[in-house]
């Protein structure tokens, strides 16, 4: 795996594993939404990495 794409899937990890940690302290609705962020952040890293889906894309 390339550097970089290392460290964009290790952000994305530490991001959600923060965002668990946070939820028994934020206002319930926070939790989908981080989820959905997660998402698409994750979206972003495979098209940014030529890992490009159109379906994913539209979601």
């Known amino acids: 795996?390339?550097?970089k794409?290392?460290?964009e899937?290790?952000?994305l990890?530490?991001?959600i594993m923060v965002s668990a940690r946070n939820l028994d302290q934020e206002?319930?609705?926070y939790g989908p939404?981080?989820?959905v962020d997660a998402a698409s952040?994750?979206?972003e890293i495979l098209e940014k990495n030529g890992i490009y889906d159109e379906f994913l894309s539209q979601v």
Do not use: G, H, P, W
């Open 13 to 15: 990890i530490c991001y």
């Open 27 to 29: 206002t319930k609705m």
């Open 33 to 35: 939404f981080r989820l």
């Open 1 to 3: 795996m390339e550097d």
């Open 41 to 43: 952040k994750l979206i």
């Open 9 to 11: 899937i290790f952000e």
């Open 5 to 7: 794409l290392e460290k």
